[in-house]
């Protein structure tokens, strides 16, 4: 239970919300949202459309605006920012983190982006907007914020404690000082519970923790939320190659990486592009699910045609058609779980791993167990109710091949593709299981045809 | 990159530490491990037996010993922790915060969990764990440490800085104090920021924040971290049902809850049982494997048995075994994608939810759209590539009939599955694609018996 605000996010709230939004009642609307986290607003702002929107962003205060706009989904960003004027924006980019102004600057066009960051007041925080546009959106320098407490190793703690004053409003989450030299470069930290304990004229050289974790700015955004979560930590600062502090990435931004990461890996699995969701248009969940039908669809009468060249065969023996199914959801299994696992193993970061010619033997002997165990139960049911050896024969044949197959494509596709900078979890989705139904055909009727001598 | 502790990670120290271990060359272990972040330690750990564990653990600190047991992986934990004496144990548990201690006395036989406790020396510590194993593992009061800081409403700012004195062994990481009433009760919070920034005599009563937010203990894992994600909370007060503040969760915890939802969720997915590693044996591979391929088989033998009731039929007319996987995949592909997007549904929190009747109704919408286009791409090009009027329109109104059914099947079985507190992810499981193979077969013979009038 949510302990706050559990009254106002009802059904009913929003009902007689949108009402007030549409009838432009801004009384209603300020008086209801007046001390509401922004991160209830922005559920209720999720319901409304870009102009409805735009109305209550400029009822409240910019702070809270800022962070609405923050909090829009990404897919949603780029058509709400549209109503916004570059002053406008830049007003609310001012209360930002850097990290999530250059988020929304992104969303913007390439025009527009110029004039926004010009019209930022603060001009420390343009200098860090202009410095964190280099970087690609997923990798630690596209992460990180430049805000953040850095204290030269030569100060006293209450050098630190005056430096945390002066940024106190422009640093809003405060975990460490982060230690640096002359030059700039990251030697430590010092937490806020160590500066607390400590005498006012310590030195941070006496006190300062030098074992630090830290990333490259060119760190891949999954390796640096690997790394949080390997070292529990809540901020992880980031160095450029001469080891210069240039940022620092907090915990809340490692965990959407997490999250965006599952989403996306569900949906290359499922077969389903785009970032859809159960509350989209009807259009909106076709369109998304279409084109890997279309693929299935494509592959299905593909596999029409190679079994009709196998025509004659069937109508001697129709038997043959019966196992056709279980050929190709034991293949489409094998392949997935053996992708799935693949996949599994590439996304979490392994100092030991194993070498590619270990990993495929490996693949190949489990292939082999089961390959086994599944062609003897099949082959005992299939003798055992039909008599038909021929039959049993070559369906456990068929099957021990396309478990051997489909092992072998579900483990080289996702290393295939992650090789060349595609998302391995795809080789878990349709496309995959459309090709191995496609193999395990083949492999079914040439078996027959041979074993049956046709 | 992970700056610190590259060159020790490689393979070739792990077999030299490895050869040291089994020699029992104590020195060479203490001497590489010395002052190596325990989560690097753990991951050299990962590759050893249960009595190689034991050798490296005794030679270490017993803070990094403890921090290193609770590292170990959990289907592990049980069996390495049977190599130590319950006193041994103790003196671990003692190190850990009180989560992690009863979370690693959990995985003990009952017997020696009593044994454990009432070996354990911070009496405060043992009181702690007993309190927290009257919590299920998956709700908040099973993911709460008892350790924080609180401060009553009262107090000044120098009282709060010397409680964090004294439990400043005792908590390791602070980010706030919560600020409680006379009776315990939750009222708010004082960020370590703002104690550092605020004067000794300043009352807490005046510069407390008011807004916060809590759960309570009995609030499932799921909603602990959807809201720590929600408000980007680094820790999260835990209230009991008189709102009385009972512990707190750190965000390290939630992430963890939610990888390991992610990871539950693509084993469902693609049918392997249990928690397996690509770095398994053989055979623990093959054996979380098989269950469900052996399912899978089953439900292909009950659908050659099925298709074998229409052996006249297709005798007759062998292209009607032409179409088989065509039916099945498209019913497989589109029941993976309608659980998958009411499983995503599921576990976003969303206040303002549709009714299950509007979602059925959109289900179907997106299913008829997607029906029909499908239908009549295959409708043309059997017709076009056939000329078979009957075989075009047998496929057509089958594979519409099998999408309709598929997303029905999709959407019910995840939605019915989560009611009897089933993971729903299993709905996107062979099982069920198993179910919409025998449900589509069914359909497209029905409907080619009928319209080819047999």
Redesign the interface.
Known sequence: ????MEFE???EY?EAFTQAVDAKEADFVTSTLN?V?P?DIS?VIR?LDAEQTKFVIDLLDVEVGAEIIVNLEEDRQSLFLENFTADELATFVDQMDSDDGVDVINELPIEKREEVIASVENEEKAGYILDLLRYEEDVAGGLMAKEMIRANLNWTIQQC?EE??KQ?ENVE???SVYVVDNEGKLLGRVS??K???SEPDALVADIYEE??????TH?DEEEVAL??????L?ALPV?NVK?KLVGRIT??D???V??EQ??E???M????SGD????DT??V??KA??P???I??V???L???F??LF??D??LI?????????????G???G??SS???V??LA?Y???E?TLLK?ML?VF??AV??GI??AL??FG?VIFSTSDQAMAGTVAIALFSVVLLASFMGTVTPLALDKIGINPAMA?G?FI??AN?LLG?TVYFMVAHFLYGF
């Open positions: 239970m949510i302990e706050h996010l009802s059904k929003l001390g986290n991160a559920e319901e404690i945390i004053r106190a989450k405060i975990y806020l519970k500066i607390i304990l074992d630090i974790v830290s990333v490259g760190a790394t949080m979560q390997k070292y529990d809540e160095v080891g915990i809340d490692a965990m959407d997490i999250t599952a989403e890996d569900r949906q699995m499922t077969g389903i859809v969701e159960e509350d009807v259009w969940l076709s699910r279409l890997w039908l279309v299935g669809l592959g299905g009468l596999g029409a045609k079994i009709s025509e004659k069937i109508a129709p038997a043959m058609a019966f196992f056709i199914p279980l050929i190709t959801a034991t489409g299994n094998v997935i779980q799935s696992i693949v599994q193993g979490s392994n100092a030991f194993d990993k490996k002997f489990v167990v089961n165990i599944l139960i099949v049911i878990s349709p299981t459309t139904d055909l």
